[in-house]
């Protein structure tokens, strides 16, 4: 072939285009040979053009094309023709068209697969997938799949609009350190060590947190960055070693405008990438209504199933289980009042539940902690039966009033000494209903809502002290500030998280400008003047240079791609992830390294994995 570069895509020609001379460059996704006439299907990240070699094309061409096989990397030279009406394959942007081929080429063969590029699909449509190491192993076969390319593709899509978006809104992208020190973050840091110093280590960012700070005290009042952070925790489907978010700060601010100035570019991502329009504002929820209601700090509310407190159940009859959520054993944290006994009321369901499929759903609140699963049906006459519906025989019409049960619809109890147990536990059970009867709106494909006035600190049962809900740095609600030391569990912050479709996409905060109220905070968890000092003293030294009141929120990129293209890990909208032990198959990372670059390091190796 004379000029093998393309003319075109794969994705690219209509009917429009018919008598055009081009060039085809992709991979051959199949061939069929019909005798006389041999059909290629021709692949690249654009779609899919069907190539025809006829029976007057040269016969080194139909000896080529004959030799082709799956995966082979060629250029096509041909002709397009435009399909006859019972040919056109509607299914196809290219289905017009083929084109037929004058002259082909091969760059590069392929070995036989390990898994197919294609699609195959179960009987019931659903997508057959190799195991999962093998699909890392050979990532950039598995990046071929369609599904795939489309994940990725969405992905950049939605960084430039992300870019767009805040540059329109004065923001300025500012690259933070990779190499940090290291600070008590919450999970582990990965760390580097120093040729140049020996003995000591830099840190890999778990986020830009202290970075982004530094940059409002140093004047740059709006800041965001795509950043690459590392945590050494267990993986998990929306968790991964290094994890990439939408990094944002803002100074001279409020809450207010970062929960606007969040929901602007999500509603801008949206329309821009996907053409979906998100509501002009996102519900709002505080942090105890998000348990007591969903059991959750992060609901799924695309089905409107709500729990109920049930504690008047404690006095409608003797029933020991109820007895002990009244009481409610959580008056050490006052944050709330409310009982243990939480109710949800499954609609129409009772001629469906089987006992099988109610222990199920006892499973599941026993590996959130509950007790155990209390339930009642509401038969045909409006009659209890089953589960613990002989205590509760004739006060059928008092319960069904105040929670809103009717005919045919299944009753459960969570009860515990501890309301947040009852709540997370009965929480999960609602989640589970939801998967399994298929509740959610079909109108309601991306539900937004922000989680707010959750509690400052959290008591370590385990360690007998204090510790704040998210980070030290947050701003307590300025109306507690009188009360930090004298009832911790009171407080409540300044911080917000945005949640999805029952995932936590984002966290963010007020931030602490003011020293002391800072070492206030430090003293409260137990952080003495010199330990709070090296870890965290260039960060507090700062804030004694005139530090604007500031905030901000980090949206997780990866979550974000995975919730949009309704994938279930995070593995699937990232081109090169770790499996569930962080390693790669692919390029076997992490690996052994040469006995002096150790040395180079001042690292000795003690012991090894076998």
Same mark, same amino acid.
Request: hydrophobic share 40%; proline share 4%.
């Given at each position: ?12 020609? %209509?009917?429009?285009? +018919?008598?055009?001379? =081009? =060039? ?16 290629? %299907? ?6 899919? *053009? ?23 990397? @060629? &250029? ?32 590069? *063969? ?13 009987? !019931?449509?659903?997508? =057959? ?25 969405? %992905? ?75 945590? !050494?925790?267990? +993986? ?9 978010? @939408? ?12 929960? /606007? ?18 509501? &002009? ?8 209504? $998000? ?29 020991? $289980?109820?007895? &002990? ?95 947040? =147990? ?20 079909? +109108? !309601? ?5 922000? @989680? ?41 912050? !300044? ?35 010199? %330990? ?14 005139? +530090? ?21 890990? @995070? ?23 040469? /006995? ?7 690292? *000795? ?6």
């Amino acid at each position: 072939m004379e000029n093998s570069k393309r003319t075109v895509t794969c994705g690219e020609l %209509r009917k429009s285009d +018919a008598g055009k001379k =081009v =060039v085809l460059n992709g991979w051959v996704s199949r061939t069929r040979d019909l005798g006389g006439l041999l059909f290629i %299907r021709l692949r690249d990240r654009y779609g899919i *053009t069907q190539v025809m070699v006829g029976e007057k094309a040269d016969e080194k061409v139909r000896q080529i094309a004959a030799g082709l096989k799956s995966e082979y990397c @060629i &250029a096509v030279e041909g002709v397009v023709n435009a399909r006859a009406e019972k040919d056109i394959n509607k299914d196809m942007p290219t289905g017009e068209i083929e084109v037929e081929a004058t002259d082909i080429e091969i760059f590069t *063969t392929s070995q036989e697969l390990p898994f197919s590029i294609e699609e195959v699909r179960q009987k !019931d449509g659903t997508l =057959v997938l190799p195991n999962e190491d093998l699909r890392l192993k050979y990532r950039y076969l598995d990046l071929r799949r369609d599904p795939m390319q489309q994940n990725i593709i969405l %992905r950049s899509q939605v960084m430039f609009a992300t870019r767009e978006y805040l540059t329109s809104k004065g923001f300025l992208e500012i690259e933070t350190p990779t190499f940090v020190k290291s600070t008590p973050e919450g999970a582990r840091d990965y760390l580097v060590p120093s040729r140049v110093h020996p003995g000591k280590f830099y840190s890999l960012p778990q986020s830009p947190q202290l970075y982004k700070q530094l940059l409002m005290v140093s004047g740059f009042d709006k800041y965001f960055q795509i950043a690459r952070c590392y945590r !050494d925790e267990d +993986a998990r489907g929306d968790r991964q070693p290094e994890f990439t978010q @939408i990094d944002m700060e803002m100074s001279f601010t409020n809450r207010e405008e970062v929960l /606007e100035t969040t929901e602007g570019m999500m509603q801008y991502i949206f329309k821009k990438t996907l053409n979906y329009n998100l509501p &002009a504002h996102f519900d709002r929820i505080t942090w105890e209504d $998000a348990f007591d209601l969903y059991g959750s700090d992060k609901p799924d509310l695309r089905f409107d199933m709500k729990m109920q407190d049930a504690a008047f159940m404690a006095e409608l009859a003797d029933f020991n $289980a109820f007895k &002990a959520g009244a009481a409610n054993a959580d008056k050490s944290i006052e944050r709330h009042k409310r009982s243990g006994i939480k109710a949800l009321v499954v609609k129409n369901v009772a001629d469906k539940y089987s006992r099988k499929h109610i222990e199920s759903l006892e499973a599941v609140a026993k590996t959130y902690k509950a007790k155990g699963l209390a339930w009642m049906k509401i038969d045909a006459e409006g009659k209890f039966e089953g589960g613990i519906s002989k205590f509760y025989a004739g006060k059928e019409a008092e319960i069904c009033s105040k929670l809103g049960a009717e005919k045919n619809d299944l009753i459960l109890f969570v009860s515990d000494e501890k309301w947040q =147990v009852a709540c997370v536990a009965l929480g999960a059970v609602r989640k589970q209903l939801g998967k399994d009867l298929n509740l959610y709106n079909p +109108a !309601d494909e991306f539900h937004f809502a922000w @989680i707010i006035d959750f509690p400052y600190f959290a008591w370590n049962e385990e360690e007998n002290h204090w510790e704040t809900e998210h980070h030290m740095f947050t701003l307590p609600q300025k109306k507690y500030w009188d009360m930090l030391e004298s009832n911790p569990g009171a407080v409540k912050g !300044d911080l917000y998280d945005l949640v999805l479709n029952g995932y936590e996409l984002a966290s963010g905060s007020m931030r602490i400008n003011d020293p002391a109220l800072q070492e206030r905070i430090f003293e409260i968890v137990g952080y003495s003047r010199e %330990r709070a000092k090296k870890a965290f003293g260039f960060l507090v030294q700062a804030f004694k240079f005139g +530090a604007p009141p500031h905030g901000g929120i980090a949206p997780g990129l990866d979550r974000l791609i995975m919730l949009m293209r309704h994938e279930e890990s @995070i593995h699937e909208v990232i081109a090169f992830p770790k499996n569930n032990l962080a390693a790669c198959p692919m390029d076997e990372c992490p690996s052994v390294v040469d /006995e002096k670059q150790l040395q180079d390091l001042h690292i *000795t190796v003690t012991e090894r994995e076998e």
